[in-house]
């Protein structure tokens, strides 16, 4: 059984760092795509910043120049360093993965428990 295991969010100040870690678990072949989505109250989830198996990346304009995405293959882990917080940041934020595993037809995506960002003014 696949899971993913998010830790690092919690509460900062305006203009602080947070670094977010997502780890896959279980018996994993492969990951694609690897990327991390964010909800704020009343609003609709959306993406931060995804990055391929290849390193290439991508980042919601938003968060751009803030906000870097990286991944560790040998760890089946991806990270997400973010500097210059403001308070618009305040979500939950989800890391999702596509992933092919023993015993799982084709390569689904996965999703994290979320971890809760709040960022003070």
């Known amino acids: 059984q696949v899971q993913l295991v998010e830790s690092g969010g919690g509460l900062v100040q305006a203009g602080g760092s947070l670094r977010l870690s997502c780890a896959a678990s279980?018996?994993?072949?492969?990951?694609?795509?690897m990327g991390w989505y964010r909800q704020a109250p009343g609003k609709q989830r959306e993406l931060v910043a995804a990055?391929?198996?290849?390193?290439?990346?991508n980042y919601a304009y938003s968060v751009k120049g803030r906000f870097t995405i990286s991944r560790d293959n040998a760890k089946n882990t991806v990270y997400l360093q973010m500097n210059s917080l403001k308070p618009e940041d305040t979500a939950v934020y989800y890391c999702?993965?596509?992933?092919?595993?023993?015993?799982?037809?084709?390569?689904?995506?996965?999703w994290g428990q979320g971890t809760q960002v709040t960022v003070s003014s």
């Open positions: 999702n993965a596509d992933i092919s595993s023993w015993r799982v037809r084709g390569t689904p995506s996965y």
């Open positions: 279980g018996i994993i072949f492969s990951i694609g795509t």
């Open positions: 990055i391929t198996s290849g390193g290439s990346t």
